[in-house]
């Protein structure tokens, strides 16, 4: 059973009563709402006559049903512009504060959230997207929920969870020129397994996940749940603090020292008891690619693809992988051709993303058989993008930039 980890601090400072079930009734800091999840919470809401508790803790922004073209109201997308216009009369009617095009704020949720300072340390974050383990990277307990659960957090502020374990994980060393934040996370995944983290919180420690930008974190803390584990976190450091200070919604002047205090307080103890620790070390990662159709399914670009006989339990899922994707077991990765190439979505769409990106493209050319797509994560994003000049790197490529 874990002892003094950040997790345990931060479920104990929110934990309102241990239920009859054995669930803890947790507090709620945060609530991030978009229009995919929120329709039938607020209908239900409606139809009971209720009300949100604390609508100053709860922020709505337009995320994943935006075309990415053509952005003019009403949109063509007729389900895209019901789904849009539902949430703009749910926001009003609750007067929950939103981030709408107009803003100039508006983004994927777990990107607008941690660039406006909402996302901090210690608190208790919760979305209706499975992605929300995005803002651990902060030092926060943040995870998705379902329709049902975003109607109990605007009703009560709360909600009912079974505690979990929490397991550390060590990624110790400097990584080799080339790889990356995601390469990091889809080794993690590669060697603990799609549902390897059911039931856990994981701890990312280590000098590895230490020298990482805020940026970097947040892809790791992003794909946590690809790996089953419902939490992920990093406990907040310097890097961290240095990021939120001077964002709209992070403390301002002594408030921000007193934050500090705080945060640093809700830091695992260098005693901290875990359930259990996974080591992992950067000298023996590559540029990882995935194969198949789970995350699980990675692999390092020099590898060969795995045959179907050393598979094990994940024979099935292999031979679905193979038919799918039409790859041949004992080939080579390296080499393989690709169609499309995506550059965005909640795990890599930040600036840091866009300017690696461009950075490789520079006067290069997209292959005339791929269809190369760039899509910044927020307003903001796409701002300092176009202002640096990035977009016009991308255009010049052969790359579509949405």
């Known amino acids: 059973?874990?002892?003094?980890?950040?997790?345990?601090?931060?479920?104990?400072?929110?934990?309102?009563?241990?239920?009859?079930?054995?669930?803890?009734?947790?507090?709620?800091?945060?609530?991030?709402?978009?229009?995919?999840?929120?329709?039938?919470?607020?209908?239900?809401?409606?139809?009971?006559?209720?009300?949100?508790?604390?609508?100053?803790?709860?922020?709505?922004?337009?995320?994943?049903?935006?075309?990415?073209?053509?952005?003019?109201?009403?949109?063509?997308?007729?389900?895209?512009?019901?789904?849009?216009?539902?949430?703009?009369?749910?926001?009003?009617?609750?007067?929950?504060?939103?981030?709408?095009?107009?803003?100039?704020?508006?983004?994927?949720?777990?990107?607008?959230?941690?660039?406006?300072?909402?996302?901090?340390?210690?608190?208790?974050?919760?979305?209706?997207?499975?992605?929300?383990?995005?803002?651990?990277?902060?030092?926060?307990?943040?995870?998705?929920?379902?329709?049902?659960?975003?109607?109990?957090?605007?009703?009560t502020q709360s909600l009912a969870l079974m505690p979990l374990k929490v397991r550390k994980i060590i990624f110790d060393g400097v990584l080799p020129k080339g790889v990356y934040s995601k390469d990091v996370i889809l080794k993690i995944i590669q060697k603990l397994g799609v549902k390897g983290g059911i039931g856990f919180a994981y701890e990312y420690t280590g000098t590895v996940f230490e020298k990482m930008t805020m940026e970097e974190r947040m892809t790791v803390c992003n794909m946590s749940i690809e790996g089953g584990a419902r939490i992920g976190y990093i406990n907040p450091d310097v890097t961290t603090y240095d990021y939120l200070r001077g964002k709209e919604f992070a403390p301002k002047g002594q408030a921000f020292d007193h934050a500090i205090q705080y945060w640093e307080s809700i830091q695992s103890?260098?005693?901290?008891?875990?359930?259990?620790?996974?080591?992992?070390?950067?000298?023996?990662?590559?540029?990882?690619?995935?194969?198949?159709?789970?995350?699980?399914?990675?692999?390092?670009?020099?590898?060969?693809?795995?045959?179907?006989?050393?598979?094990?339990?994940?024979?099935?899922?292999?031979?679905?992988?193979?038919?799918?994707?039409?790859l041949v077991p004992g080939t080579p990765i390296k080499g393989t051709p690709i169609q499309v190439g995506f550059i965005g979505s909640c795990t890599n769409s930040r600036i840091s993303d866009l300017r690696e990106a461009a950075r490789v493209l520079k006067d290069r050319q997209v292959h005339k058989d791929v269809n190369l797509l760039v899509v910044p994560g927020s307003q903001q994003v796409k701002q300092?993008?176009?202002?640096?000049?990035?977009?016009?790197?991308?255009?010049?490529?052969?790359?579509?930039?949405?």
Request: contains cysteine; proline residues 5%; aromatic residues 8%.
């Open 384 to 402: 300092q993008a176009e202002a640096e000049g990035l977009d016009i790197i991308f255009k010049e490529s052969g790359a579509e930039w949405r």
């Open 1 to 155: 059973m874990s002892e003094r980890t950040l997790y345990d601090k931060v479920w104990a400072r929110h934990k309102v009563a241990t239920l009859e079930t054995g669930q803890d009734q947790l507090f709620v800091g945060l609530h991030l709402v978009h229009e995919v999840t929120s329709p039938q919470a607020f209908a239900t809401m409606i139809e009971n006559g209720s009300t949100v508790a604390f609508p100053e803790r709860t922020f709505a922004t337009i995320d994943h049903i935006i075309p990415t073209k053509q952005t003019e109201r009403p949109y063509s997308d007729k389900q895209a512009e019901l789904m849009t216009t539902t949430l703009e009369k749910n926001v009003t009617q609750f007067k929950i504060p939103f981030f709408d095009l107009d803003s100039k704020k508006q983004g994927i949720v777990h990107v607008m959230g941690p660039e406006l300072g909402l996302t901090q340390p210690g608190m208790t974050i919760v979305c209706g997207d499975s992605h929300t383990s995005t803002h651990g990277a902060f030092g926060s307990l943040a995870f998705g929920i379902g329709t049902s659960e975003v109607r109990d957090v605007l009703e």
């Open 269 to 326: 103890d260098s005693d901290a008891a875990y359930d259990d620790e996974y080591r992992f070390d950067a000298n023996e990662i590559e540029p990882m690619v995935t194969w198949g159709i789970n995350p699980g399914q990675s692999m390092g670009i020099s590898e060969i693809l795995p045959l179907p006989s050393d598979m094990g339990d994940h024979l099935k899922t292999a031979e679905e992988a193979y038919q799918h994707m039409k």
